[in-house]
């Protein structure tokens, strides 16, 4: 920290005095005072890049490139992902990874290119190293879509670790996306983005950066094809990005540039190659499967600042019920804990939490319990003491435990990177679910200090376990909350087996999606934060975390009530819908306000068997709930700048309204037809229209021939058809809902097509390995009929 970082500790508001402000100072000196001896100093340094090639030893898959200065491993799985490393990298260990390194592709051999270069063949992509080590990712029809310029290293004399440096080209009319969730995209544009997690201790809003979830994984879309490269190294590091210009100087085509500079770690990359769906599917087998959250975590979540006690929790509980909006899940804070810390539960305030977790069990809600990972720093609290018998808390180079300041005040913090650490701590969720609750929310876990904020609060120099390799807080922040998140996964799995584990992390890093979502924290609350929130939520999505979002409803500054809608009408919309009482209840503004509110909520519910399908269907294959407009056409340039708009699933197109004022809004439209699923209107893309946007609802269009599984007037699932073009099929996918268990539901394929004087008829195929149409098992709403037929 600074003495900027000092003195903003001193003047930052919030909920705590300064006397807490204080003590955050102090221990900020002492993680300086305690770094300054613990770290080694950084002394003289010498560059070194790879030199020329020297010998070859092929293998499964590609094999190593030896030069004068390093070695080159490379690797083409099975899954069509490569994976090259310097200096003898490879791709274990890593928390990237959900299990072993997939498998070489036999058919993948490494042979002599010209000028003294290898390559290697697969089906997918070409990759080709130079004699001095540039690497060259090319389609299978020779175009190159990214070059790794031979790395840089600066290392000490005495031959310690060291900084490196890639810098990487990439196609002209290539666009960056992802780097975990950036306010300031999704397309990201020329600039300097930090890779460290951090809380920048006010809502965010565009270009607050570093973000509280950062990676170094970037999505480039190219008229050639899609890419995503991976850097796999957790240290401390920033990406230069320079967006390439077509035609530049004399004719010529100026790339695209990314230059990655990291303060250590491995140097080791992966890459995957072909259309989006395709490189997420390869994503999410090499970093796992996206947790399949529970249904009732598909619904409306509410949370406040303080719900006043138990029976706070109920007023705003029968409120939402007078009032007919729909609520699934509420957020319990910091106010539900004794001294607002720990676990203990604040008798006072919720003495009988299990009755009132009970009673809302009944009425088809459950709690939701917030979490830190900050112990107090006090002999006679239960954690402290059997954390302290146990020997979990991280300590620095000298076998001091590391005392950091939290919510608690003076706190210590478990290494999660230890395996038997993670087991402990989550065996102290039977505490949590004894209470009545169905699942966790993470907080402060990137970890940063409660009011120094931008700082992390455990020095750099503290030691951690990583597995059994031993190192320091530099290599293990940025996979604090994942290791987080990952003890209280496995916890309550083990402890409530027949049961899907409901945890939502705010920090995280590659693979935080096996274990659950992430809730994108506050977003500042003016206008400028609606388009934060949908830049979070895509970029996630685009790094293989599809179930995440935003808190709907902002936590300061002023909210008009015309703000207040449009930012509920766009949460409804997201994967993780959670609202949170910053400026009011919806019944506390005025009835026309409630009246919209409520019709947003409803909606949200009628259509959570959609959002149950999309969940099945990012498990199995990767591809996030809330898509950009290029999805399906990464070639349509016109689609590649649009940020304003998405697609939810393969059905809808929801052009949320972003600035103050407007009643109508221009939406770039994809190929195909589509209708206002409000008036039901068609619009032909591809192309731009101009859609109305009342102030009682956003722009949402669905395409021609969808079929949308959503909740009927009964409650049970129906299938809403929107009748596909003349001459034209079309389709959709539905998964039912089947609890919240682990069972593994049937995926349903529906086909809708004209049938002569029948009109639409929609079929259901048989099972795989089956031909033939059956009769739909759900019933059938048909919708666009009148508008389908008008030329």
């Not at 954690?383 to 005392?403: C, I, P």
């Not at 407009?629 to 697609?647: G, I, K, V």
Request: charge should be neutral; include cysteine.
């Amino acid at each position: 920290m600074n003495g900027r970082g000092l003195v903003r500790s001193m003047t930052v508001g919030g909920p705590v005095g300064a006397a807490q402000r204080w003590r955050t100072v102090r221990a900020a000196w002492r993680r300086r005072r305690t770094d300054a001896t613990g770290l080694p100093a950084r002394g003289a340094e010498r560059a070194r890049v790879p030199g020329a090639v020297r010998d070859v030893q092929p293998g499964p898959g590609g094999g190593t490139i030896r030069f004068g200065r390093s070695e080159l491993r490379l690797h083409v799985a099975a899954n069509g992902s490569v994976f090259w490393g310097w200096d003898g990298a490879e791709p274990e260990p890593s928390y990237a990874l959900a299990g072993r390194c997939p498998e070489a592709d036999p058919r993948a051999v490494l042979e002599p290119d010209m000028d003294g270069g290898w390559r290697v063949v697969a089906e997918r992509v070409t990759v080709v190293v130079s004699r001095h080590g540039a690497i060259e990712v090319r389609t299978p029809g020779g175009v190159t879509l990214r070059r790794d310029l031979p790395p840089r290293w600066w290392e000490t004399r005495d031959g310690g670790g060291g900084r490196w440096m890639q810098r990487s080209e990439v196609a002209a009319d290539g666009r960056f996306f992802g780097l975990g969730g950036r306010t300031g995209g999704p397309r990201l544009r020329g600039g300097t983005y930090r890779l460290w997690n951090t809380d920048p201790g006010r809502p965010v809003g565009p270009g607050d950066d570093p973000p509280h979830l950062t990676m170094p994984a970037q999505m480039v879309v190219a008229d050639a094809a899609t890419h995503l490269a991976f850097y796999d190294t957790t240290w401390d590091g920033s990406v230069r990005l320079r967006e390439g210009e077509e035609g530049a100087g004399s004719g010529h085509d100026r790339p695209g540039v990314s230059e990655l500079r990291m303060e250590g770690g491995p140097l080791r990359c992966w890459v995957m190659v072909g259309t989006p769906s395709r490189v997420l599917f390869a994503w999410a087998s090499l970093t796992g499967a996206p947790a399949l959250p529970p249904s009732w975590a598909l619904g409306h979540q509410h949370a406040r600042e303080d719900f006043g006690g138990d029976q706070g929790v109920r007023r705003v509980v029968a409120a939402h019920h007078e009032h007919g909006l729909p609520l699934d899940a509420v957020h319990l804070g910091v106010e539900h804990l004794a001294e607002r810390r720990g676990f203990t539960v604040d008798r006072e305030r919720f003495g009988k939490l299990p009755v009132l977790a009970d009673e809302l069990r009944r009425d088809g809600i459950r709690l939701v319990s917030v979490q830190a990972p900050s112990v107090p720093a006090a002999p006679g609290d239960p954690v402290h003491d059997a954390g302290t018998a146990g020997d979990v808390f991280v300590r620095d180079g000298t076998g001091r435990l590391v005392e950091g300041e939290g919510r608690a005040g003076a706190s210590v913090y478990p290494d999660f990177t230890h395996a038997r650490v993670r087991a402990w701590w989550g065996a102290l969720h039977a505490e949590r679910l004894e209470q009545g609750f169905s699942g966790v929310r993470h907080d402060l876990d990137e970890p940063t200090a409660f009011t120094a904020f931008g700082e992390s609060t455990l020095p750099r120099s503290a030691r951690h376990a990583l597995e059994g390799r031993g190192g320091d807080h530099r290599e293990a922040h940025n996979v604090y909350g994942l290791c987080m998140a990952q003890a209280a996964y496995e916890g309550l799995r083990e402890l409530l087996p027949e049961e899907r584990p409901f945890v939502l992390a705010r920090s995280g890093w590659a693979g935080v999606q096996r274990y659950g979502g992430v809730g994108a924290g506050e977003v500042a609350a003016g206008w400028p934060g609606l388009r934060a929130s949908l830049s979070l939520v895509l970029g996630l999505g685009l790094c293989g975390v599809p179930y995440a979002g935003p808190d709907a409803g902002g936590a300061e500054g002023a909210v008009s009530p015309e703000l207040y809608l449009r930012r509920l009408q766009l949460g409804a919309y997201l994967p993780l819908f959670r609202t949170r009482a910053g400026h009011g209840e919806p019944w506390e503004f005025a009835p026309e306000v409630l009246a919209h509110a409520r019709a947003t909520l409803v909606e949200r519910r009628r259509l959570l068997p959609y959002f149950v399908t999309l969940a099945h269907l990012a498990r199995r294959t990767g591809a996030p709930y809330v898509r950009p407009l290029w999805w399906a056409a990464p070639e349509d340039r016109a689609l590649r700048d649009c940020e304003d708009a998405f697609l939810l699933g393969d059905c809808l197109l929801v052009a949320p309204v972003l600035d103050p004022g407007a009643d109508r809004r221009a939406v770039q439209l994809p190929r195909g037809l589509w209708y206002d699923t409000a008036t039901e209107r068609t619009y032909q893309g591809p192309g731009q229209v101009l859609v109305d946007a009342p102030p009682g609802r956003i722009p949402v269009l669905a395409r021609a021939g969808a079929v949308l599984p959503v909740r009927g007037a009964d409650g049970g699932l129906e299938l809403e058809v929107w009748a596909p073009a003349r001459g034209r099929t079309g389709g959709g996918l539905v998964v039912r809902d089947a609890g919240d268990g682990w069972e593994e539901p049937e995926v349903e394929r529906y086909v809708s097509r004209w049938k002569g004087r029948l009109g639409v008829v929609v079929e259901r195929e048989g099972p795989e390995g089956e031909d033939g149409l059956y009769e739909p098992s759900h019933p059938v709403r048909v919708r666009g009929l009148g508008a389908a037929v008008q030329p």
